[in-house]
């Protein structure tokens, strides 16, 4: 069974910084993109960074770049999210999802169930 | 950055309608484009990949159309269960999602 479990998620004041995590299994991990994608309460969903099975190819939404850094250890079948400088309009469910493919290329098959991280003072 | 803009935001429906969403890219994203339905307190499930090919375990009822930057989600005949709300999704050029539409009852 293809499972993804993201962790890390939490309460932090804005201006710090906080890593996700997301641990998969059931399927080769090496063999497939990911992604981040969160939703902020009550919103649509809203695509964060992916980065390809060999993370040559990496990708962030144009609000994003410079501050969120996408990474994978395709030894411990995990990725990653580092943020730093969080806003409070970070606050979101963050998820990790599947793509169909090795590269950036084809939607996404499985999603895990997420990690809420809520940037407030 | 493509622009992905769903209509309408929201849909008053009845059992056993036939459903139309639609998707508008800001630009050609040939073909490369899927649908998701998200229910409340669980994460998106795919539908349709390449604007027309169903998921794994996808009912018939449901199947998307389209072509450059205009496509479609058709639902045949509406389940009680297909009450949720519906996003498509572009990955011509990096990714970005529309904003949505609510599927409810009318």
């Known amino acids: 069974e293809v499972q993804l479990v993201e962790s890390g998620g939490g309460l932090v004041e804005p201006g710090k910084s906080l890593r996700l995590s997301c641990t998969t299994s059931?399927?080769?991990?090496?063999?497939?993109?990911v992604h981040w994608v969160r939703q902020a309460p009550g919103k649509g969903l809203e695509w964060v960074s992916g980065?390809?099975?060999?993370?040559?190819?990496?990708g962030y939404a144009d609000s994003l770049r410079g501050r969120f850094t996408i990474s994978r250890d395709n030894a411990k079948n995990s990725l990653y999210l580092q943020m730093n400088s969080l806003r409070p309009e970070d606050t979101a469910l963050y998820y990790c999802?599947?793509?169909?493919?090795?590269?950036?290329?084809?939607?996404?098959?499985?999603w895990g169930q997420g990690t809420l991280v809520t940037v407030s003072s | 950055e493509i622009v992905m803009t769903q209509s309408p935001a929201t849909l008053s429906v009845s059992p056993g309608d036939r459903v139309t969403l639609s998707c508008r890219a800001s630009?050609?994203?040939?073909?490369?484009i899927a649908w998701y339905q998200q229910k409340p307190g669980q994460p998106p499930r795919l539908l349709i990949s390449g604007a027309s090919a169903r998921a794994t375990g996808i009912p018939a009822r449901f199947s998307g159309s389209g072509s450059g930057a205009e496509y479609t989600l058709t639902i045949s005949s509406l389940q009680s269960e297909d009450f949720a709300v519906y996003y498509c999704q572009q990955y011509s050029d990096w990714v970005t999602f529309g904003g949505g539409t609510k599927v409810d009852i009318k």
């Open positions: 999802a599947r793509d169909r493919y090795a590269s950036l290329s084809g939607g996404n098959d499985y």
């Open positions: 630009q050609s994203v040939t073909n490369n």
């Open positions: 980065i390809s099975w060999n993370s040559a190819v990496v």
């Open positions: 059931g399927f080769t991990f090496d063999d497939y993109a």
